[in-house]
């Protein structure tokens, strides 16, 4: 684009008052750039200003000096144009307010050692405004070659058909995969279900026959059923999947990565890129590469994951007081839910009606008040259910329920309330000592209990509540064609569930286009299965919608722009592919990445991570960072006998940054010295800037992000744990170069910490001044 | 002006309730590519989520949450907010709503820079409700620094108006109008998504409890206001009465929850709720004692569990099964509260430095009618009705819910609202 650029500098909101707006004008002059100053910038007359030059004089390229951009976004906007939106008045004259950083007087200004660190500040902030939009353009979308709306949906119980159900309605094609022979999950082998609106007190038929008779009914939907995954290659809005029996051995069966010590000789030298991929061939010997579609395979544009649960195996030692194992009549909930529906509950051991029954919600040994492994509140809902399955077979029934917390959150809470009125099921908190044969049944003991101290209940059966463990527990499912590998990453913290670590975007998960629903992601009732399969269905639809139109999905949802690659320069390190947070690229046998743009969730990571510098997005790239490295103006020696420090602080826009606005709200300064630049993501910083700015004689560098760790806060999940290994290594570089590693540093900044982060700032502006000035300055 | 943005009436959705809830259907639809008007009563948007200090179990700030819905509205074109905005009626029905919207005036123009010279201005001092009374701020005021949208308002029932005036002559912007009048528009919708969302049950009518008897009987809510660090403490959390930092803290659960003369139900989060409030505590005052009254405690799922099981841990927090019958004044400025533990019978009386009251949630939609066919439970909630399609309740309108199970159930009401305009 050619570029016709100006200046616009708002004088109003004390940045008139606080600032020489006649000099602040000589910057873009002596560049030869025209400026424009207005009391109200973001008035109509402004405005009208911006537009009348726009029309008249073909301008296309404006610094608007003025608020931060969070405010007025909507205002300053222009149409193919491109704009900087320079920051004079949140992280300038607000955080710097003229009571602590006095403006010089007239007699100051005429000794020229004297500097007036605040003006400095606005000058370097108009440069590097001015310097960066040399360096962007506006963004084209990406475009897919081939594209397809239809959703793959994984799993046939209740979640999977009320996800296709749900899309179905608004107009998607969708099939359905399932591993049984017949669509219905766990759902379909309960007798009853729990009441979710009045009258609680009786259960409810399963929902599930009407279930499958809709997706049965519905054109839209395809059923596939003895059909699962074998792969699932290629990108949102343009997937290629290969479906076939369970247990088929499929040359499309997904490739695994080679694992770590594959990757290394007999010599424990590491194998170059191409012997890499020979021996992963070996590896996934009669399995297709990632990169190789399959010809016969079905397109789809995103994918449910509604794979759901098998029960948590209660077994070995922590439980052999429970008595499983010893006899057939102490069953699991699942076991007992399966007797329950082929008629009244009778005993396994010997076919006797089953009229008193225990049921156990927790082991209860070493006052531990936890539940089984897995259990949600699910568990303590099914229970109150089961125990009503031994009310409504027998009159003379009596169910116990011995629990540590009874978990019937939110309206549950009702159906809990109901089943306390009936005087055939007894509830007690207590702790199970000991489950015994005795006599012709069973006999349960347990201690500090609300009926007693200790107590001893006969029984003819004893169900344990075990917990729903996720199938993604025990293999990845979604067998993703991907380099990074077939699962989702991470899962091991999540206790294998295929969830999200956000509380905000609960459906998001590593892998664009993919969304888990129901009990794969946490255990759930069936309504609220049911309830999360439409969340899931609308993400999966909204997936494809920004793929069809080029943009980018959550958190940069609506982005045109994408990573580009200069590949000439391409050295095949594979930093790219490896450290993509969403697995986004897929590297070829001699490891050259191939971009899957809408997998991209825009945010950078491969930009910083890459050495050779090739990656660059339209208005995000190493040079429109760089370039306002390089603008920031270092003063030395040369200029005074005391040059001020010069810091570079990069910062992440989505919690730092706004944390630095609000700090200047509330007027809470610091360092003027330092100089502020928005980046995506902590982890799209390229070294090459920080290198720069100490080559060019600036003091120290600083990163402020988001937390990392297991409870990351990264809204790229890995962007700033990956900033932070970078940072340690450009420490070793910085040694060699005989400069203190203390001059780069990473700080974590949590959006709220506005009242913390001067004394983060300031502090480190200390250790900086401690140190002394770079020795390079004025080289 | 306002049907300009408008396309034709089966494409549009209406979201009352600018709330997480609220915000995360009209997100998630405008994203898919549908029209959306969300409608606010209140001048900002954030609802409830915005006067939180952190999040459970992640213990981080929903402000980050916020920040990032609000750039997405921010870049949207496809959504239109109307803050300050009341709907008056809904005609018609699924797939053609003619719905009347009531704006109320802001006295604050869009030429608003939020530079808040008015505020130095202002005389009037009113009791700020974003920090439940426990502060005072101006009648030109915003709730908070990241009040969305960032524009002054002005409180009609405390500022003197155009007898004052002193903000007008402060503003540099022309940006007040005192005789702002308000007005009434009417958007033609497809269907309505209602996220009106909850209130904390009011902590007065609980008899027993000591609220507003007591001097230093808090609810869980105000509780996060003295923990934020733009709360009237700054985020110290001192007691009310005499700005100490509490040594001892007690915490009353299912208070007005489970209870059939208050609230039936259980309101989900406010077991989850005091345990992070313990943390608060804990973190900030290293030899406070906690005590937790409770009936059960409900922190299901694998990451509720793992959270309790590390508060669990610490020394200095009592977890005792009992339910609270009463909480009375002490000597000096503290409080005793007086509880039955449920597993050995034995009556308890703790005198605590400061007691807060893990109230519970009411549906807006209790207090307030709303002015649309609705089916209610006797608490409030409303009840969906997919087969009837068109107006459907989301978040904790709906059922009581926590922030991530709110955002769940929002985003699926986002799909059922589009179901509608396809049908």
């Not at chain 2, 009209?26 to 409830?48: Q, S, W």
């Not at chain 2, 870049?75 to 005609?91: F, G, P, Q, S």
Request: glycine share 8%; with cysteine; hydrophobic share 35%.
């Amino acid at each position: 684009m050619d570029k016709k650029y100006c200046v616009y500098i708002c004088t109003g909101c004390g940045i008139g008052e606080s600032l020489d707006v006649d000099a602040l004008c000589e910057v873009p002059k002596e560049e030869g750039v025209s400026v424009k100053t207005h009391p109200f910038l973001c008035s109509s007359e402004g405005i009208d200003l911006i537009k009348k030059d726009i029309a008249d004089d073909g301008v296309n390229a404006m610094c608007i000096a003025a608020c931060s951009r969070r405010v007025n976004f909507d205002v300053f906007s222009f149409e193919g144009c491109v704009v900087d939106r320079t920051n004079l008045r949140e992280q300038v004259v607000w955080a710097h307010p003229r009571s602590e950083f006095p403006a010089l007087t007239e007699e100051e200004k005429e000794d020229e050692e004297n500097f007036d660190r605040v003006q400095m500040m606005a000058e370097d902030y108009i440069r590097m405004g001015m310097a960066r939009l040399e360096q962007i353009n506006p963004p084209e979308p990406y475009e897919l070659e081939t594209f397809t709306n239809k959703i793959l949906v994984i799993g046939g119980g209740v979640t999977g058909m009320g996800a296709a159900l749900d899309a179905s309605k608004a107009g998607y094609p969708v099939t359905i995969v399932e591993k049984e022979g017949a669509l219905g999950g766990f759902a379909a082998k309960m007798r009853s279900q729990m009441p979710v609106t009045e009258p609680y007190d009786n259960l409810i038929p399963p929902v599930v026959d009407s279930m499958i008779q809709a997706v049965e009914a519905d054109s839209n939907i395809t059923v596939k059923t003895e059909t699962v995954v074998a792969r699932i290659a290629g990108q949102p809005g343009d997937f290629t999947v290969t479906l076939k029996n369970p247990g088929e051995k499929h040359s499309f069966d997904v490739p695994y990565p080679l694992p770590e010590e594959m990757k290394f000789d007999e010599n424990g030298k590491e194998l170059n890129a191409e012997q890499q991929f020979e021996v992963y061939q070996q590896y996934n010997e009669g399995r297709e590469d990632v990169l190789t579609l399959d010809p016969e395979g079905e397109k789809f544009g995103s994918v449910v994951l509604a794979a759901g649960w098998r029960p948590a195996k209660i077994e070995g030692e922590e439980y052999t007081h429970l008595g499983i194992g010893d006899s057939p009549d102490v069953v699991t909930n699942t076991q007992f839910e399966e007797i329950a529906k082929k008629g009244r509950i009778v005993r396994p051991s010997d076919g006797k009606e089953a009229k008193s029954v225990v049921f156990i919600q927790s082991p209860g040994k070493d006052e531990d008040d936890r539940d089984f492994q897995y259990c949600g509140a699910v568990t303590s809902m099914a229970t109150l259910k089961q125990a009503k399955y031994v009310r409504d077979d027998y009159n003379d029934g009596k169910a116990y329920i011995i629990y540590q917390h009874m978990r019937t959150p939110g309206l549950a809470e009702n159906f809990y309330k109901s089943m306390q009125q009936d005087p055939g099921i007894f509830m007690t908190k207590g702790e199970v000592i000991k489950v015994s044969k005795e006599g012709n049944g069973l006999a349960v003991e347990a201690d500090n209990t609300l009926l007693g101290e200790q107590i001893k209940i006969k029984a003819d059966m004893v169900v344990l509540s075990a917990g729903m463990v996720p199938e993604t527990a025990d293999n990845p499912v979604i067998n993703l064609a991907y380099r990074q590998g077939p699962g989702f990453r991470d899962n091991d913290i999540f206790d294998w569930y295929a969830d999200s670590n956000f509380i905000c975007f609960p459906y998001e998960t590593q892998r664009t286009g993919v969304y888990a629903a129901g009990t794969v992601r946490r255990s759930l009732t069936i309504e609220d299965s049911i309830e999360d399969a439409t969340g899931a269905a609308l993400k999966a639809i909204q997936c494809i919608e920004s793929a069809n139109r080029g943009v980018s999905v959550h958190p940069r949802s609506g982005d045109m722009t994408f990573p580009d690659f200069f590949f000439q320069r391409c050295t095949q390190c594979k930093r790219c592919t490896e450290e993509c947070p969403f697995g986004a690229l897929d590297d070829d046998e001699k490891g050259t990445p191939k971009p899957n743009p809408t997998r991209c969730r825009r945010c950078g990571t491969c930009m910083g991570a890459c050495p050779e510098r090739i990656i660059g997005f339209a208005d995000y790239n190493i040079n429109s960072v760089g370039s306002m490295v390089k603008s920031i103006v270092v003063p030395s020696e040369d200029d005074y006998d005391e040059p001020p420090l010069r810091i570079l602080a990069l910062v992440c826009e989505n919690d730092a940054y706004p944390a630095l606005d609000m700090a200047g709200m509330n007027r809470l300064s610091f360092s003027a010295d330092v100089r502020i630049i928005p980046v995506r993501c902590l982890g799209s910083v390229n070294v090459i800037w920080i290198k720069d700015a100490l080559s060019q004689g600036m003091d120290g560098a600083i990163l402020l992000g988001c937390k990392h760790g297991d409870d990351y806060q990264c809204h790229f999940v890995k962007g700033s744990e990956l900033a932070s290994i970078r940072m340690q290594k450009i420490g070793d570089a910085l040694s060699s170069l005989a400069l203190e590693e203390e001059r780069v540093a990473q700080k974590e900044v949590a959006i709220d910490d506005y009242d913390k982060i001067p004394e983060i700032i300031n502090s480190f502006v200390e250790e900086i001044e401690a140190l002394g000035p770079n020795p390079f300055k004025g080289f | 002006m306002a049907t300009d943005n408008s396309t034709s009436a089966s494409g549009s959705i209406m979201v009352v309730g600018g709330g997480i809830s609220g915000l995360t259907t009209a997100l998630e639809a405008a994203e898919v590519g549908y029209e959306v008007f969300l409608i606010e009563k209140a001048p900002y948007l954030g609802g409830r989520v915005a006067q939180l200090n952190q999040y459970f179990p992640k213990l981080c700030p929903p402000t980050c949450g916020l920040e990032i819905n609000y750039r997405r509205l921010k870049d949207n074109r496809k959504i239109k907010t109307y803050t300050l905005a009341n709907v008056e009626k809904v005609a018609g029905e699924a797939g053609n709503y003619t719905v009347t919207v009531q704006l109320n005036p802001r006295f604050i123009n869009q030429n608003c820079t939020a530079c808040g010279e008015c505020v130095d201005v202002c005389p009037v001092d009113r009791s700020n409700d974003f920090n439940f009374g426990m502060d005072k701020n101006k009648a030109v005021y915003k709730s908070s620094e990241m009040a969305f949208p960032m524009r002054y308002t002005i409180d009609p029932a405390v500022c003197k108006g155009t007898e004052c005036g002193k903000c007008v002559e402060a503003c540099n912007y022309n940006a007040i109008e005192l005789d702002m009048k308000p007005k009434t528009v009417e958007l033609n919708v497809g269907s309505i998504v209602w996220a009106t969302g909850w209130e904390p049950y009011d902590a007065a009518k609980i008899d027993n409890l000591g609220y507003g008897v007591c001097k230093n009987v808090v609810t869980n809510m105000m509780l996060e206001r003295l923990a934020s660090p733009n709360g009237p403490t700054r985020g110290k959390i001192l007691r009310p009465s005499d700005e100490k930092e509490p040594e001892t803290v007690a915490f009353v659960q299912c208070a007005g929850s489970r209870d059939e003369n208050h609230l039936p139900y259980c309101s989900y989060i406010c077991c989850m709720a005091s345990l992070k409030h313990a943390t608060y505590l804990r973190e900030r005052y290293p030899e406070a004692k906690i005590y937790i009254y409770y009936i059960d405690l409900r922190t299901p799922g694998y990451k509720y569990e793992k959270f309790y099981s590390k508060i669990k841990e610490d020394e200095n927090v009592f977890l005792i099964k009992g339910k609270v019958a009463e909480v009375r004044q002490a000597s000096g400025d503290n409080v005793t509260v007086v509880a039955e533990n449920a597993v050995t019978g034995e009556k308890m009386e703790q005198t605590v430095d400061m007691a807060v009251l893990a109230t519970g949630m009411q549906p807006t939609a209790a207090n307030t009618k709303l002015p649309a066919d609705l089916k209610l439970n006797e608490d409030g909630f409303i009840v969906n009705d997919f087969e009837k399609g068109g107006v459907f309740a989301a978040g904790c309108a709906n059922k009581p819910l926590d922030v991530v199970t709110s955002n769940q159930n929002a985003t699926g009401m986002a799909l059922k609202a589009i179901q509608t305009l396809k049908r």
